[in-house]
């Protein structure tokens, strides 16, 4: 069983930066891929960002390319997501996500272990 646990959510204003972390339990975390995902009142979860178990590859949904880099230090055990030039359509609670394969994927359901969220709410 892997615990993740996110932090670094708040309210900011629209432009500014925050950078959520996600700390895992797992003494054998290299072998997940990680994921970034949100979800806002009303609506299903949202990808984000996903990165390689080694952090070599990366991808990210099409509104948060050039805004958000998504980052892992094996050794702490942590992945981050940093967040840039927010926009109030950012506003969310952000979820980050392990899934037991060096690869990452898009789909909620593949991964198997789940934080509890943090919430960004980003104002204009």
């Known amino acids: 069983q892997v615990q993740l646990v996110e932090s670094g959510g708040g309210l900011v204003q629209a432009g500014d930066s925050l950078r959520l972390s996600c700390a895992a339990s797992e003494r054998t975390f290299s072998n997940y891929a990680m994921g970034w995902f949100r979800q806002a009142p009303g609506k299903e979860r949202e990808f984000v960002a996903a990165i390689s178990w080694n952090g070599g590859s990366t991808i990210y949904v099409d509104s948060v390319k050039g805004r958000f880099t998504i980052s892992r230090d094996n050794a702490k055990k942590s992945v981050y997501l940093q967040m840039n030039s927010l926009k109030p359509e950012d506003t969310s609670v952000y979820y980050c996500?392990?899934?037991?394969?060096?690869?990452?994927?898009?789909?909620?359901?593949?991964?198997?272990?789940w934080g509890q969220g943090t919430q960004v709410t980003v104002s204009s």
């Open positions: 996500a392990a899934r037991g394969s060096i690869w990452y994927t898009r789909t909620p359901a593949q991964y198997d272990y």
